[in-house]
T-cell receptor, first 115, second 112 residues
């Protein structure tokens, strides 16, 4: 059973470009969480999605950021018109059921660098 | 639980010794706590969890202690091995909310 997969692992964008980060949850998992991590900091919750639904996006900036988890295919975190402050590691986690009590399995992350 | 972007606290331990990593959590209403291990370039990996109705829980080579009075959590690693080198994060959770609030992390370095 493959773990959570994320791609690309590294992404370099120039200011103003768009970044698309993909996350394929573990098989059988229908709950996906996106986190952002700045260097030497803990993870910060961004958004929680179930298939075709955004459940909680309270941690996501109101502008330029969006997320989706379509019926078929991976979850996508999209950052439009990137700025240098968007440079960070973005982690996706998935779980079989919702809730913090249920173990969230993390992917290897996508490291976004904005030039 | 909110971390500040400063240098990570670092703990250096001799291989074979025991390690104790501490964490102060922020919310007295949090009732579930998790320790994660993050190796360089990888995602966090679950180590052990504890609910607030317990003050101690043991796993394989690891023990988590919870002191709700002072909102303090610790992770003890017995007989530390080179593979234990990583950054260790505590995370707190409240009332079955799916959000995990992460601490600042501690970098564990194993000296040969």
């Amino acid at each position: 059973n493959a773990g959570v997969m994320q791609n690309p692992r590294h992404l370099v964008r120039r200011r103003g470009q768009e970044a698309r980060l993909r996350c394929s949850p573990m098989k059988g998992h229908s709950h996906v969480y996106w986190y952002r991590q700045l260097p030497e900091e803990g993870l910060k919750f961004m958004v929680y999605l179930q298939k075709e639904n955004i459940i909680d996006e309270s941690g996501m900036p109101k502008e330029r950021f969006s997320a989706e988890f379509p019926k078929e295919g991976p979850s996508i975190l999209r950052i439009q018109q990137v700025v240098r402050g968007d440079s960070a590691a973005y982690f996706c986690a998935s779980s079989e059921s919702p809730g913090g009590r249920i173990e969230q399995f993390f992917g290897p992350g996508t490291r976004l660098t904005v030039l | 639980g909110e971390s500040v972007g400063l240098h990570l606290p670092t703990l250096s331990v001799q291989e074979g010794d025991n390690s104790i990593i501490n964490c102060a959590y922020s919310n007295s209403a949090s009732d579930y706590f998790i320790w994660y291990k993050q190796e360089s370039g990888k995602g966090p990996q679950f180590i052990i969890d504890i609910r607030s109705n317990m003050d101690k829980r043991q796993g394989q080579r690891v023990t988590v202690l919870l002191n709700k009075t002072v909102k303090h959590l610790s992770l003890q690693i017995a007989a530390t091995q080179p593979g234990d080198s990583a950054v260790y994060f505590c995370a707190e959770n409240m009332d079955s909310n799916y959000q995990l609030i992460w601490g600042a992390g501690t970098k564990l370095i194993i000296k040969p």
